[in-house]
């Protein structure tokens, strides 16, 4: 029998689907219903790896087996094409951002298309292509006409080497994620989108997504966005007021039922007290631009060790009439509240962390229910349930009821009143970067900020750019940025920040519905496809990208320009695929010098795994296991793989090996028996003999069995549990072989199911197999198999046996045997007799749990 050959089978099948158009789809009506499958975007970044594999494979078992189904699938593929990684390869080699990041898109291209995904490549687009970024500039300048779009000074992260400001992600340990250098806070001028006006109706839409996207992201984004009740108040001064502060320092808190435990006051470093400060005492200037070191988002900030300086200006409780002293402090955010809190470190862990550094009274005000009058805190803070004391009218209260209280002592004294906060930001989206969407506004002397008109669109990016020195170049580009402005066409110049990356991808899933469309959105096209029925990528996305999204899907609804306001009705957060890192000493710099998986030999050595490199002989150190990275080069290529063992191959592997929110470590046997299956396969279509004799009960056994594997991997699919539904493929085939008595019929019909479930999995195996049974067309046409709910039921029952509670044996019967039946087995089961003589035991009692569980009681 001749062997599988995927070097040749796989190339021909997918010519048969190129010259069939067999993924192009149409945004005219076609009477079926619609699938939208979406992988998040890959960034080129020259080559793809397993890791990247897996996360596409997955949305390509959806939308075959959608197609199978009866859908109208639509399957996109396109480029998030802007971003710092280009002008880092630009100033490390020498070439324009734009060369590189073409260059890696038809290198990427190809290394997908290899896999055989059933992408509509017809719809393809990068994000760093006029025609995309010019109708994202159209949409942007309609946000900016409707009051979406603003500029304000902004606290930001500040490279000094770079000359740019980095995202929160960017900042790692404090530093730059590409130039190492400690990251300023620093306040610029720069570009806002209003999210904040949507923060309610972004929190309240995840309602509508409950079951549709894993709890953990929805939790996730209801926490980022944080919205708050608490209390807004103004505390008086005891002693002189700083200038403009004349009716007192106000504060925001969630907690104003520890306000008996207020130990001091603090202020963010830019808060205008502090800067008033500052600018009066050059100890304090010196305290504040420490502050100002180190990232500026909440989880940097919180993670730094805690500093302060007290102000020596002291406040008047509101209800003691104690003073409390005021520090600036460098955990407080300026931009969240008023930049200024009451501290209670009983019930705060920053709170408790500065108090103890700076030995500042903690006084507890909760105590856990059951605990007494001399509850106190060590170096945790208690921040759970509990009865409020120490705190006079308070005394007595829970949590809740004690907030509503104070809140309308305050409300009473006329120092303050209840309000709801949001812990979300408006999004800042410049970027001092070069390779970006431009942002389309012209700055004038006369007539202020001046939105390119819709006739100058796209503002493009100019190509004669140098990256000799750090900083954008659009700053210092001699003709680009001047231009005569719109208005009085007076010299004006061009806004020369460009957009943050996390704007192209908010609403390129849109784009997708119709990529040649004149205007940004085809709304016709978006009716039909939108919202994306199946979305799929990595957790680190969770957050911003998805409510960047989710945003930008609303503001475009209400600008008129579609008419969905949830872009993802469905979510997927696939885990990664993980490898092994092996390295070989330290350069210079004290970096590791990683060595790829191609460039290794392990060897088991006195019992011990020995990692020497191919290419030298030098023996290597194996680290730990990590996700699949260009930096740590602990990736394994595609193509490497489909050399060696063939798409389908590699393909089944990464869905069989583990459940597909978890990581899989990549393992070179793995694949390799996922190669020996398709082998199997391929030899039991290889053998079918069509003038088989019918056999009725083989056959009749073989039907079910058929009916039940359909049933078992449609779940599968449908519940993304890919591996089981793997699983039960193998075993599928399993059953097919022990069943080799069975006539032609019934093992056609087997057959037959088979190649259409594995088609999602492995798609080039699955039509081979397909015409070499003999069925007609391509098994990519063919409908998904439906199962009989009947002949798909479980008609036998495996019941374990215990006595004394452990496993003892057990017995097969029809499911549904009645109470004397099933006893009567038990008892007959050989292995059962077996133990109860070695140990003499005779049988006192049998109890029964129906198609459960049999106990035997023995003594």
């Not at 070097?7 to 149409?26: G, I, L």
């Not at 680190?540 to 998805?546: D, K, Q, R, S, T």
């Not at 320009?561 to 009705?569: G, I």
């Not at 039921?793 to 496993?807: C, S, W, Y």
């Amino acid at each position: 029998m001749a062997r599988y050959e995927p070097k040749t089978a796989e190339p021909r099948q997918q010519a048969r689907w190129a010259e069939a158009d067999a993924f192009s789809v149409s945004n005219a009506d076609t009477g079926r219903p619609k699938y939208y499958v979406l992988e998040m975007f890959p960034y080129p970044s020259g080559n793809i790896h397993m890791g990247h594999a897996r996360n596409y494979v997955m949305g390509d078992v959806v939308a075959r087996w959608k197609r199978a189904q009866g859908f109208d699938v639509l399957h996109p593929m396109g480029w998030d094409a802007f971003g710092m990684p280009a002008e880092n390869a630009a100033m490390e080699r020498g070439v324009h951002p734009g060369d590189w990041t073409w260059s890696n898109i038809a290198t990427m291209r190809g290394q997908l298309k290899l896999l055989g995904l059933s992408l509509d490549w017809s719809r393809e687009f990068a994000t760093c292509d006029p025609e995309y970024y010019g109708k994202q500039q159209a949409w942007f300048l309609e946000l900016f006409k409707r009051g979406l779009v603003y500029r304000k000074d902004g606290v930001v992260n500040w490279d000094p080497v770079d000359n740019t400001v980095l995202a929160n992600e960017q900042v790692i340990d404090g530093r730059g994620w590409r130039s190492g250098a400690v990251i300023e806070k620093r306040k610029l001028n720069q570009w806002f989108l209003r999210i904040t006006q949507y923060a309610d109706d972004l929190i309240d839409g995840l309602a509508e997504l409950e079951g549709r996207w894993p709890e953990k992201v929805r939790l996730m984004q209801e926490n980022w966005i944080g919205r708050s009740k608490g209390l807004q108040m103004k505390w008086a001064w005891a002693g002189a007021a700083p200038a403009g502060f004349d009716d007192g320092l106000e504060i925001y808190t969630t907690r104003p039922d520890t306000l008996f435990g207020a130990s001091f006051m603090g202020l963010a470093p830019d808060h205008p007290i502090s800067k008033q400060l500052a600018e009066a005492d050059p100890k304090v200037a010196a305290f504040v631009a420490e502050c100002r070191k180190g990232g500026a988002s909440q989880a940097d900030i919180e993670q730094a060790e805690k500093i302060g300086w007290d102000t020596g200006l002291k406040v008047i409780h509101p209800f003691t009439g104690a003073e409390v002293s005021v520090w600036i402090a460098n955990f407080i955010l300026s931009d969240y509240g008023t930049g200024a809190i009451f501290a209670c470190p009983a019930h705060d862990q920053r709170d408790l962390d500065f108090a103890r550094k700076y030995d500042l009274p903690v006084i507890p005000v909760v105590r856990p229910e059951g605990a007494g009058d001399d509850f106190a805190v060590g170096d945790e803070a208690y921040t759970g349930p509990g009865v409020i004391f120490h705190s006079d009218f308070l005394n007595g209260l829970d949590i809740e009821a004690a907030k509503a209280e104070a809140i309308r002592r305050i409300e009473a004294a006329g120092t303050g009143q209840g309000a709801t906060i949001y812990r979300l930001r408006d999004w800042g989206v410049s970027r001092q970067r070069y390779w970006g969407c431009p942002i389309p506004v012209i700055h004038c002397e006369a007539c202020g900020v001046v939105p390119v008109p819709a006739d100058q669109l796209p503002v493009e990016l100019p190509k004669d750019v140098t990256f000799d020195v750090p900083g954008n170049p659009l700053d210092r580009h001699p003709t680009w940025k001047h231009v005569d402005c719109p208005s009085c066409g007076a010299a004006a110049r061009r806004e020369t920040d460009t957009l943050d990356t996390f704007v192209d991808s908010s609403w390129y899933f849109a784009r997708f519905a119709d990529p040649k469309a004149a205007e940004p959105i085809n709304k016709a096209a978006a009716a039909k496809w939108l919202p994306v029925d199946q979305y799929i990528g990595g957790v680190e996305h969770a957050v911003l990208h998805l409510l960047y999204a989710r945003f930008i899907t609303r503001a475009l609804s209400d600008a008129g320009l579609m008419d969905v306001k949830e872009p993802f009705a469905g979510l997927f957060t696939q885990g990664m695929v993980v490898h092994e890192t092996y390295f070989d000493g330290h350069e210079d710099s004290g970096k590791p010098r990683w060595v790829e998986p191609s460039d290794v030999r392990i060897e088991t050595v006195d019992g011990q795994r020995v990692a020497t490199r191919l290419s030298t002989g030098a023996a290597l150190t194996i680290g730990d296991i990590e996700k699949m990275s260009k930096s740590k080069k602990n990736v394994v290529a595609p193509q490497d793989i489909i050399t060696a063992y063939g798409v389908d191959a590699g393909r089944l592997f990464i869905l069989s090996d583990s459940p597909p929110e978890r990581d899989i470590q990549w393992s070179t046997g793995g694949v390799e028996g996922a190669a020996r299956f398709v082998q199997r396969v391929w030899g039991e279509y290889a053998s079918y003999d069509a003038a088989a004799p019918a056999n009725a009960d083989v056959d009749a056994t073989l039907i079910r069995e058929t009916h039940k594997a359909i049933k078992a991997v449609s779940e599968g699919v449908e519940h993304f549990r890919f591996n089981s539904a793997v699983a039960k493929l193998y075993a599928f085939l399993a059953t097919i072989r022990q069943h080799d008595k069975a006539g032609a019929e019934a093992k056609k019909t087997a057959l037959s199911a088979l190649a259409r479930l594995m088609a999602p999995f492995t798609p080039h195996l699955a039509e081979e197999c397909w015409t070499q049974l003999g069925e007609a067309g391509m098994v990519l046409d063919a409908p998904w198999p439906v199962y009989d709910p009947a002949l798909a039921a479980d008609d036998q029952v495996t019941l374990p046996v215990q006595i004394g509670g452990k496993r003892r044996g057990e017995v097969v019967l029809p499911r549904g045997s009645d109470n004397a039946t099933v006893e009567a087995a038990a008892l007959a089961n050989p292995t059962v007799q077996a133990y109860l003589a070695a140990n003499n035991l005779s049988i006192r009692k049998v109890v029964v749990v129906p198609d459960r569980i049999v106990n035997l009681v023995a003594g």
